[in-house]
């Protein structure tokens, strides 16, 4: 891209959104280290299996320097039987709700960050034998593309100025 028209810098890294990588190792986690697939699902998959297809993103503006990036995962547990599945996705919502929905950020060795980011109130429901469906959502506030300007330093002035009291007496002579 152009310098007249930037990319994101977030858009430059390769590999997955620190967002969306650190909610897929959360809930990996919580739901006790089922096999992950990522963006598919092949015919001979193992259970029990946790898959996180593409999130939906709608954007929108935020505030006058940011826009948001509404994201919506639709997580699906997989077991031997729905009651198995339904436990690790209800392990998963619940270490969700525990943590107030905070999603601790991992950087990209997925090393704590110190930092999260708040999910809104996840959902899930039965969606096959042996499937329950977790929904978590977000939204991501990210900086809109400033033009660098050059900013002042310094500002002097040569001003003179009376006060009051001078002024009052400079006017009844004194």
């Known amino acids: 891209m152009s310098d007249a028209y930037p990319s994101s810098p977030r858009s430059e890294r390769p590999g997955l959104d620190q967002e969306i990588a ?24 193992l259970t029990p299996a946790i898959f996180f297809p593409q ?11 940011t826009y948001a990036l509404e994201f919506s995962m ?11 599945a339904h436990q690790r996705a ?9 943590r107030h929905c905070v999603v601790p950020l991992i950087d990209k060795d997925g090393a704590l960050t110190g930092r999260g980011f708040r999910l809104n109130d996840p959902s899930m429901r039965s969606v096959d034998d042996g499937a329950v469906h977790l ?4 939204d991501s506030a990210r900086p809109y ?6 900013k002042m330093v310094t500002y002097h002035t040569n001003m003179w100025v009376k006060s009051a009291y001078e002024g009052a007496v400079d006017q009844i002579g004194g």
């Open 135 to 138: 929904t978590i959502m977000w």
């Open 90 to 98: 209800f392990a998963a919502l619940s270490a969700l709700q525990y």
């Open 22 to 45: 650190s909610a897929m190792r959360f809930l990996i986690d919580a739901a006790d280290n089922p096999k992950p697939y990522y963006y598919n699902v092949p015919e001979d998959f």
């Open 74 to 84: 639709f997580v699906k547990f997989f077991d031997k039987d729905t009651q198995s």
């Open 55 to 65: 999130p939906e993103i709608t954007s929108r503006g935020d505030t006058l320097k």
């Open 145 to 150: 593309f400033e033009p660098k300007a050059i």
